[in-house]
């Protein structure tokens, strides 16, 4: 059985599948239950100042299901504890005392004054937490007030609150990004250069779930009116796996470990983040949505799929797929694929054929003698596209397949082996000769 | 018509072989309707094909993607009209159709899991929902001054007037029954068409306006083919077959000896099925849909012993091998390859049935083997097959019994269009006979504004 326990910044848990700071951490009840369900670790729900912040009292939670009502995506305007500051500390401090081979991390949101921080950070680090998570990501209310993801959106914010809580605190400091921004790189980068131990990421993305098909209004509101909230669940995975990549490929934060978080709802999910970058991940939106009892396939799908792989840790999976991202302009034009049919799977739903040929290249063919539906791909026209295979809805009875010898039909360019990309294109008015 | 005595008592032939309550338990629903979300659940599972297999396995083009993708949107409005447009009567398809025949057994999800999307639920599902809220999908054009005689409030009849109304035509209908409906208010199962489904659909349907009904004319008796012709613009005949086939045994008018069809005529009508008199031991002879239907309805009734007695084999049945297998769920027991010869009777009231035992030929034909059995009887039911009544029709083609069509359901005569069971090829399903009247609405209507 491969390892799993996890190290992260020196922070030791037993799996590398945290709860992140939400709901589900919101106080030791919670926490307690979520230890004893095997999740590794936790990121409180965040800390701020005294007087406690207060929530709305109606709909904070919103889902888009599917028809059978499984939940693709889920949207919060919760805002960060609604309990005193001492009360957290107090349950805190006795969760890392009943849970000593868990992580418990401090999730923290204050104001952009260093008096603040001066003033929180010791005492919070002193009930035994094993390290912080700054909260520069919440999309919703907070950031109204000059925090959350209003940090996270301005480098300079989040290097100066950096640095300050660096200051006061001996334990590692995460900093938690907000995917509401246009380049992850500037405030991945400003992490680095505030003393960031680690980045964990993404938050949540601005979002209105739909509106109320009787009343026209937004869906859901408070009262009559509502406002927008911060959007996670299997849905932003894709969102997140980007920007965890592009912070593990960047030559600058490259070396800067990641906490993988958006929409892990399975032991793949958290294969998808290691592999791109992330040493952990975090999890919410599947709990909120199962319950704890959710990490018990993940642990095992991890396992297993490290036994499979012959990989006897988590460690050995971080980063596997970070080469293997590029930007286009290193994509090689040279490469030619085709799509395939295995006619023996294909149940003629012509899917393929609907696809390619209103929205594509026009390039799969289709035969009906006396009911005989036949559908083809016609290489000639085919650029290899892979809408076909995207719509398929049979496992492997598409593929695309690389041309490796010969001349491609449509072109009629000879099958070259040597690389060629963008930079080097005749086309390209930059090119590089 | 016929009463609840069309048996006469005798040895094990009698009334309330069940209970009131346990005869409506058996004839509830056959298959209950899908809830709404089981309907946007099953949607899910349409993979919305190109040139799709199931429309072009429904006799009646139904687009059976569009329909259910509209499910799937929680556009039931749009999925009824989409359904209703090309077939009025799919409400009643949606329960009486054999969709393991036709759209279903199209369906590609039989490839890979062989289950295929349920289709004839969905589209239940789509048509209960406007005809519970009533919501009108279609209006009238501006009336043409055209009039139009149909001949029969069946399927294709009302399919013909229903489609003739909303081109802007009057039409009156003539029937030979009490009440409009044809086989979907006499003949289809009770459990197909359950709580007077077959009346609330064709109330649906008429409330188009500019179609009138008349009952009890019957074409031959109260009115004529050549007056119609002379009193309307076009004539649709979709009047069915009016009798049905006989044995020719001797004995085949002992009490007992009875057309199935007249006994699920009275089935489905009579308030309290447990007046019905049922026989303990059944033999249906036939091996169409309708002995299927008497013979599984004999047992809800609480029959003990049903057996179908069938000519030929398995595979030659008429019956859908589903419907095979409904009946055996049912304890009907199945006897191919046997075919009548004698009735046994005692104080004219039947007591068995022989058949000869029969083998195949090579040439599709079939020869006794010399062998034969007999089969306990009190009820013996004829269920093979019915037979057009060609008199007053003489003007027309007939070829087998039947009354000779072109593709767009004309007849030989000029004014004169057919549809449903009475025409040759026909093939005695409810929603090809609706197909056959939209066909010849189209037709007619073509006909009638030509140069307008």
Redesign the interface.
């Known amino acids: 059985m491969a390892d799993l326990s996890s190290n992260f910044l020196g922070i030791k848990s037993p799996n590398p599948f945290w709860l992140a700071s939400a709901p589900p951490t919101d106080k030791a009840y919670n926490v307690n239950r979520a230890f004893e369900a095997g999740w590794g670790g936790v990121s409180w729900k965040t800390l701020g100042e005294d007087p406690h912040i207060v929530n709305v009292n109606g709909p904070r939670y919103t889902s888009m299901m599917s028809n059978d009502r499984r939940v693709i995506g889920f949207n919060n305007i919760e805002l960060i504890t609604d309990r005193p500051f001492k009360v957290n500390l107090k349950e805190m401090r006795q969760v890392k005392r009943d849970w000593p081979d868990r992580a418990l991390v401090a999730s923290v949101m204050f104001p952009m004054n260093e008096e603040s921080w001066a003033k929180h950070i010791p005492i919070i680090e002193d009930t035994g937490v094993d390290g912080f998570e700054l909260n520069f990501g919440c999309p919703h209310g907070m950031s109204e007030r000059g925090m959350g993801a209003a940090v996270g959106q301005v480098p300079e914010y989040i290097k100066q609150a950096t640095e300050w809580c660096k200051k006061y605190a001996t334990v590692p400091v995460i900093v938690k990004l907000t995917p509401n921004i246009t380049d992850v790189l500037y405030p991945a980068e400003a992490c680095l250069e505030g003393g960031a131990d680690a980045v964990s990421l993404i938050n949540t993305i601005n979002s209105i779930m739909r509106v109320d098909y009787d009343t026209l209004t937004m869906f859901p509101t408070t009262g009559n009116m509502g406002t927008h909230g911060g959007y996670c669940g299997e849905a932003v995975k894709p969102i997140a796996l980007n920007m965890v990549a592009e912070i593990a490929r960047n030559e600058k934060t490259k070396n800067l470990p990641i906490s993988g978080i958006g929409g892990v709802t399975t032991w793949k999910d958290a294969v998808d983040f290691i592999a791109l970058g992330a040493s952990n991940v975090q999890v919410c939106t599947a709990a909120m949505v199962y319950g704890f009892k959710i990490v018990e396939d993940m642990k095992t799908g991890l396992s297993n799929f490290l036994d499979e792989k012959g990989m006897t840790s988590v460690d050995e999976l971080i980063g596997k797929a970070v080469p293997s991202v590029t930007d286009w302009k290193f994509l090689n034009l040279n490469h030619v694929d085709k799509a395939v049919i295995d006619q023996d799977k294909c149940i003629k739903c012509g899917r393929c054929y609907i696809a390619c040929e209103d929205a594509s290249h026009q390039a799969i063919e289709y035969t009906n003698n006396n009911d005989d539906r036949v559908f083809t791909v016609n290489d000639d026209e085919c650029v290899g596209c892979n809408l076909c295979v995207s719509v398929c809805p049979i496992v492997d009875c598409m593929s695309m397949v690389a041309m490796t010898s010969g001349t491609d039909p449509r072109t009629g360019k000879k099958i070259s082996s040597e690389v060629a990309d963008w930079t080097t294109h005749a086309n390209n008015p930059l090119k590089v000769s | 018509m016929s009463d609840n005595k069309l048996i006469s008592d005798g040895v094990n032939v009698k009334s309330h072989r069940l209970s009131k309550k346990e005869i409506e338990n058996n004839f509830s629903d056959l298959h209950a309707p899908l809830s709404a ?1 089981e309907a ?2 099953e ?2 599972r349409c ?7 199931c429309t ?1 396995a429904c006799p009646s083009d139904i687009d059976v993607p569009g329909f259910i993708q509209s499910i ?1 949107s929680d556009n039931l409005t749009g999925a009824a009209e989409k359904i209703l447009s090309e077939n009025i009567f799919g409400g009643m398809c949606a329960r009486d159709c054999p969709t393991e025949e036709l759209c279903e057994q ?1 369906c ?2 039989n ?2 899991e062989e289950k295929p999307v349920e289709i004839g639920l969905l589209q239940r599902y789509a048509t209960d929902s406007v005809l519970s809220s009533g919501v009108k999908l279609f209006s009238r054009k501006k009336e043409t001054g055209k009039s139009i005689a149909v001949v029969g409030a069946g399927p294709a009849g009302i399919s013909c007037a229903h489609r003739l109304a909303v081109l802007g035509h009057k039409i009156t209908v003539y029937d030979a029954q009490d009440k409009p409906g044809g086989l979907n208010e006499y003949g289809i199962a009770a459990y197909k068409s359950t709580n007077d489904f077959a009346q609330q659909e064709l109330q649906y349907i008429l409330d188009i306006g500019g179609i009138t009904i008349k009952t009890g004319m019957k074409l031959g008796n109260q009115i004529n083919l050549e007056d119609l012709q002379e009193q309307y613009d076009a004539v649709f005949l979709g009047c069915g077959l009016g009798t049905v086939n006989q044995l020719n045994l001797d004995n085949e008018n002992v009490s007992g000896v009875i057309d199935a069809v007249e006994y699920i005529e009275n089935l489905r009508q009579i308030d309290s099925k447990d007046e019905l008199m049922v026989g303990k031991n059944i033999v249906v002879v036939g091996g169409g849909m309708t002995a299927i239907d008497i013979a599984v309805q004999s047992k809800l009734l609480g029959a003990e012993q049903v057996t179908i007695a069938y000519r030929r084999g398995k595979n030659i049945m008429a019956a859908s091998e589903y419907e095979q297998l409904l009946a055996k769920k049912h304890d009907v027991q199945i006897q191919y390859n046997v075919s009548p010869k004698r009735l046994l009777s005692e104080n004219s009231h039947v007591t068995a049935m022989e058949f000869d035992v029969m083998q195949s030929q090579g040439d599709g034909g079939l020869k006794a083997s010399g062998e034969s059995i007999t089969l306990k009887a009190d009820v013996v039911f004829k269920a093979i097959g019915q037979k057009l009544v060609t008199e007053g029709l003489n003007s027309l083609e007939i070829i087998k019994g039947r009354i000779v069509v072109d593709e767009n359901r004309k007849t030989s005569l000029t004014k004169v269009w057919a549809g449903g069971d009475c025409i040759l090829d026909g093939n005695n399903l409810t929603v090809s006979a609706v197909q056959d009247g939209k066909l010849a609405a189209i037709s007619i209507n073509e006909t009638l504004t030509q140069g307008v």
């Open positions: 979300v946007l659940i949607s899910d993979y919305f094909c190109y040139d799709a297999p072009k799937r199209a590609v999800r490839d890979n």
